[in-house]
């Protein structure tokens, strides 16, 4: 079973690779081009995020599932792949903003001595703003993680402790066990005592009469 999920988290690994390879592959490019074939580009690369999310996804699911022994491995890496993820995210939305004049007109229009700055402003303000939301909405997932993760270390431990009670409670039964054999052995060896000492008291009590009757015809004769 271990070894079916290293396989698997394996496979992950090598998509991810390549996904991510491939993105930035195309963020170099976006600042390139320009019209139809930017547009192009920067959707192919967001559904290729959103794919390298899935995979990320995956694996976290998968790293959950492996013995403690192996998971501080696994979740390191994990931890380099989402660093790497956020890294390229940043990369895109800079390729996004930043281009050449065909970019530079699409994302803030023609020239215009009065109109352009605003909106370059405009635009600066909400890429600021959907990097904070971001930023926000990582750090919840982080602690959400944690909170998890902190979840499934307790009910490891309380799985430990109830295998515990259970051992202890198999070694109980076993001494039960001995002792009702002990106590036993006792009763038989008691019941021997008490009729080897009935049968030692009737030999004395013969032995008596015999006595007695041999001093009595004696006495007589």
Do not use: C, W
Not at 40 to 63: C, F, G, P, W
Not at 166 to 192: H, P, V
């Amino acid at each position: 079973e271990e070894s079916k999920m290293a396989s698997l988290l394996d496979s992950y690994e090598q998509q991810y690779s390549n996904v991510t390879a491939e993105i930035t592959n195309k963020i170099a490019k976006i600042t390139k081009l320009s019209g139809g074939e930017k547009r192009h580009m920067v959707s192919n690369v967001e559904k290729q995020m959103e794919e390298a999310k899935e995979l990320l996804e995956q694996m976290d699911l998968e790293v959950r599932d492996i013995p403690s022994k192996e998971r501080q491995k696994y979740a390191t890496r994990l931890k380099s792949y989402k660093t790497e993820l956020g890294k390229l995210e940043k990369d895109f939305k800079k390729a996004k903003v930043h281009g050449g004049a065909g970019s530079r007109e699409e994302l803030l229009g023609p020239d215009d001595p009065s109109h352009s700055e605003d909106q370059r402003t405009r635009l600066l303000d909400n890429t600021e703003r959907l990097e904070r939301s971001g930023r926000k909405l990582e750090a919840g997932y982080r602690m959400a993680v944690e909170t998890e993760q902190v979840g499934a270390d307790i009910l490891d431990n309380l799985h430990q402790d109830r295998e515990k009670i259970q051992r202890s409670r198999d070694r109980l039964r076993e001494t039960d066990s001995d002792l009702g054999k002990s106590s036993r052995i006792l009763s038989a060896m008691m019941r021997r005592i008490i009729q080897n000492r009935v049968v030692l008291f009737v030999v004395i009590a013969v032995i008596i009469i015999v006595i007695a009757l041999t001093i009595y015809f004696s006495t007589r004769s």
